[in-house]
């Protein structure tokens, strides 16, 4: 700043002088990186599309909570099919929980099933007690069919169409528009 | 039997009785025919905890599956044992957890597509940005003092530069320089001891 304290006139310096070539290849290399951080800023570094849309559902074959024959995905094709992963620890699902069973009881062409995750079988026994679902709740042990459709949490449910095939997967609680809107491209999908 | 071999051994028993629950589980969706040997013992702990290191724990913060204690983590590497058991290969262990979770599910991207873009992008941005600065360098060799032009900045020649002991004209402006002088070097009045000899 001594040149602004003394008599001498400003060097040709003061006046910025950009490089054009510096200056493009800044541009080159920064905004690609801004577009990505902009395009990302309001996305959930968690939220991760499920490679198993469009593919057929996992099998399985579980045990409903309480006991009784186990149910298997196969032997319900034909229908589309709701699964809703759930947890009696899990706020949200008990918030869910009277949406779906309305919409169970709605629907009777749809075979709801719910996938107790995480969670003790007695605890849930007691829970479907008090509140009385329209459709089985099954025990997954070891966790396996939450591995085998990508579960990252609770609630999480997906939408199977009468031919087998994942057509879509919600995170997080539904309503019952939710609900009935995901079963009606469920059925779109078996035709 | 220690605690650790119990509650592994517990696990495989665990394992087998959900198999017999769930028979259409047995055959692992989308990868084959196991294409490794059936491991057992000390190699197969080994194996699980290598590959358990590969995978991402989906419910924790940036933890692979053999770092976190989450029960979804313990039920992925009570997978990743009974899967090594039966003979599958490290690839076909990481591509069932892939088919269900995505690529996000392993802590090493594989090299494939844009992902070489994360193996290579870093070492090629350090080589390119070697070859700038060489580039920059060989251009403006450092010229001595005097003028021209030195790391793309015109510098004027010294004699243009101001002196030590040159005040600005503004006799305001003069006295703050003279003050500054006096505080930073210890002049007397501001003035340098060599001006006046």
Not at chain 1, 10 to 35: D, T
Not at chain 2, 38 to 43: I, R
Not at chain 2, 71 to 92: F, H, I, P, S
Request: hydrophobic share 45%.
């Amino acid at each position: 700043m001594t040149t602004a304290l003394t008599s001498h006139p400003e060097p040709a310096m003061r006046r910025s002088r950009v490089n054009p070539k510096v200056l493009v290849g800044g541009l080159v290399v920064a905004l690609p990186l801004l577009a990505v951080l902009v395009a990302n800023l309001g996305r959930d570094p968690h939220s991760v599309r499920s490679p198993l849309i469009g593919r057929p559902a996992p099998a399985f074959s579980l045990v409903p909570v309480g006991g009784g024959a186990p149910v298997s995905l196969e032997k319900l094709s034909g229908k589309p099919v709701v699964i809703n992963f759930w947890a009696t620890w899990c706020v949200p699902c008990f918030e869910e929980h009277a949406a779906l069973t309305a919409a169970a009881r709605g629907l009777p062409d749809v075979q709801f099933l719910g996938v107790v995750y995480e969670d003790e079988e007695a605890r849930t026994q007691e829970f479907l007690r008090q509140r009385p679902s329209a459709y089985p709740s099954l025990i997954d042990p070891e966790g396996k069919s939450a591995i085998a459709y990508g579960v990252f949490g609770v609630p999480e449910t997906f939408f199977i169409d009468g031919s087998g095939r994942i057509v879509d997967k919600y995170v997080g609680p539904m309503t019952r528009s939710t609900i009935a809107a995901l079963v009606g491209r469920a059925k779109e999908g078996a035709r | 039997m220690t605690p650790v071999a119990f509650a592994l051994a517990s696990i495989l028993v665990l394992a087998s009785a959900a198999q017999e629950v769930s028979p259409s589980a047995a055959p692992a969706a989308g990868i084959g025919a196991p294409k490794g040997l059936q491991l057992s013992g000390p190699e197969l702990d080994k194996r699980t905890d290598d590959i358990g290191a590969l995978l991402r724990c989906p419910v924790c913060q940036g933890l692979s599956v053999s770092d976190s204690p989450a029960t979804m983590a313990r039920n992925m590497k009570a997978e990743v044992r009974e899967k090594l058991a039966k003979g599958y290969d490290q690839e076909q262990i990481l591509a069932y957890f892939e088919r269900s979770y995505g690529e996000f599910v392993r802590l090493q991207p594989p090299m494939r597509g844009v992902n070489w873009l994360v193996w290579f992008g870093p070492v090629a941005a350090l080589i390119a940005g070697g070859a700038v600065i060489a580039w920059a360098m060989k251009r403006s060799p450092r010229e001595p003092a005097g003028g021209g032009r030195q790391g793309g900045f015109a510098v004027p020649p010294a004699s243009d530069l101001p002196s030590r002991d040159s005040v600005p004209t503004d006799p305001k402006l003069a006295a703050a320089v003279r003050r500054v002088r006096m505080l930073a070097y210890g002049w007397p009045q501001g003035v340098s001891p060599k001006a006046g000899s």
